[in-house]
C-alpha cells in the first residue's frame, strides 16, 4: 500500500499510545479512519484529536466502543461498521497489555485474559474483515519485542505475542494470492499510558534487562510503521535497539541469552 489518501482503516486501540499516534499520521496523510476501544470517553477525546489532523474536507472519522476479547461483539461490531463506513483498506490490530509477574503469580484468569485480548482479538477482528477485504488491502498485527524473544517477568505475554507472529506468517502466505498484504509490527519499549500501567508490576529482572535499550516514542513508532506498509515490509521492527536485537536473536541467540541472564543476575544481587 503506497497511499493512504481515501482509504478506510480500522484501527483497534486507537484511543491511547502508539494506536493513537498511528490514526493522527493516518489522517494526516488523508485516511478515513475508525477506531475501537473500550473506554467511550477515551475514545472521544482521541477522535477529536485524529479528526484535527484531517488534510480533507471529505475525510471521515468514526470510532466505535468494542472489547476486542468479546468474540460476539467483534463479529457484530466489525459488521456493523463495514455496512455503516464501508470495508477496511488497512486494519491494524493494535490492542494489546501486559500484566508482568513472575510465572508463579500469574493466574489462569491473567493468562486467559491476556490471550483472549492479546491474541483472540486480533483473530476476530480479522475472521470478521478478511471476507470483505479485497486486492491491494494490508493487515498488520501488533507484536512486540516480546514477540521474537522471551522477557523474564512476562510469561503470559509473550505466549501471546508469539502466537500473533506465527498467526501472521501463517496468514500471509493464505493471503498473498489474493492481493492482501500482512505485516507483523514488533515495537520496542514505547513511552506510553500501556508501559507506564506495565511498569508498575514489572519485576526488578524485567525491569533490568529492558535497561540498556532506548525508550522510544509513539509518533516515532507510528512513522516507522507507516513506512514499513508502504514498503510491504512483513517483520516492522522499529527503532536501532530493536533492529539490532531481532539481528542478534536471529544469528546469536546465545549473545542475547548470556546479555538476559547477566541483567537478571545484576537485579538479584
Ligand atoms: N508501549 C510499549 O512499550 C509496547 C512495546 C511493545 C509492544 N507494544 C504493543 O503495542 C500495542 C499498543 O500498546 P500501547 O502501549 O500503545 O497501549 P496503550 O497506551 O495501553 O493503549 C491501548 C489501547 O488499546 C485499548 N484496549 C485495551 N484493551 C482493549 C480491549 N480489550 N478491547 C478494545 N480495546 C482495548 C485501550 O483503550 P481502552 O482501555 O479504553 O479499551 C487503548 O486504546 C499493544 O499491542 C502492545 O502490546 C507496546
Redesign the pocket.
Same mark, same amino acid.
Given at each position: 500500500m503506497k497511499e493512504f489518501g481515501g482509504k478506510n482503516v480500522f484501527l483497534?486501540?486507537?484511543?491511547?499510545?502508539? #494506536?493513537? /499516534?498511528t490514526a493522527k499520521q493516518l489522517a494526516a496523510a488523508g485516511a478515513d479512519v475508525v477506531?475501537?476501544?473500550?473506554?467511550?470517553g477515551?475514545?472521544a477525546v482521541?477522535l477529536e484529536q485524529i479528526e484535527s489532523r484531517r488534510v480533507a474536507a471529505a475525510q471521515r472519522f468514526a470510532c466505535r466502543?468494542?472489547?476486542?476479547?468479546?468474540h460476539a461483539a467483534v463479529t457484530a461490531v466489525m459488521g456493523e461498521t463495514v455496512e455503516t463506513f464501508g470495508a477496511p483498506d488497512l486494519l491494524i490490530?493494535?490492542? #494489546?497489555? /501486559?500484566l508482568p509477574h513472575y510465572f508463579e503469580d500469574v493466574t489462569f484468569e491473567q493468562f486467559d485474559e491476556t490471550m483472549?485480548?492479546?491474541l483472540y482479538?486480533a483473530w476476530s477482528a480479522t475472521a470478521a474483515l478478511v471476507p470483505h477485504m479485497g486486492a491491494g488491502a494490508a493487515i498488520v498485527n501488533?507484536?512486540?519485542?516480546?514477540?521474537f524473544m522471551g522477557v523474564f517477568g512476562l510469561s503470559d505475554?509473550c505466549a501471546s505475542?508469539f502466537a500473533l507472529v506465527g498467526f501472521s506468517e501463517a496468514l500471509r502466505q493464505e493471503l498473498r494470492p489474493r492481493g492482501i498484504a500482512v505485516s507483523v509490527?514488533?515495537?520496542?519499549?514505547?513511552?506510553?499510558?500501556?508501559?507506564?500501567?506495565?511498569d508498575l508490576t514489572k519485576p526488578a529482572e524485567t525491569k533490568a534487562v529492558s535497561a540498556g535499550a532506548k525508550?522510544?516514542q509513539?509518533d516515532d513508532?507510528a512513522r516507522d510503521l507507516i513506512r514499513g506498509i508502504e514498503r510491504g515490509t512483513f517483520m516492522i521492527v522499529p527503532g536501532g535497539d530493536g533492529k539490532l536485537a531481532y539481528f542478534m536473536k536471529r544469528h546469536a541467540p546465545g549473545v542475547v541469552d548470556a546479555i538476559m541472564r547477566r541483567g537478571i543476575r545484576k537485579a538479584r544481587v
Open positions: 483497534t486501540g486507537g484511543s491511547s499510545g502508539i #494506536g493513537l /499516534a477506531i475501537f476501544a473500550r473506554d467511550a477515551k475514545l482521541a466502543p468494542l472489547d476486542v476479547a468479546d490490530n493494535n490492542v #494489546g497489555r /501486559a483472549r485480548t492479546n482479538g501488533v507484536s512486540s519485542m516480546a514477540g505475554y505475542k509490527l514488533c515495537p520496542p519499549d514505547t513511552d506510553t499510558p500501556g508501559l507506564a500501567h506495565e525508550l522510544m509513539p513508532v
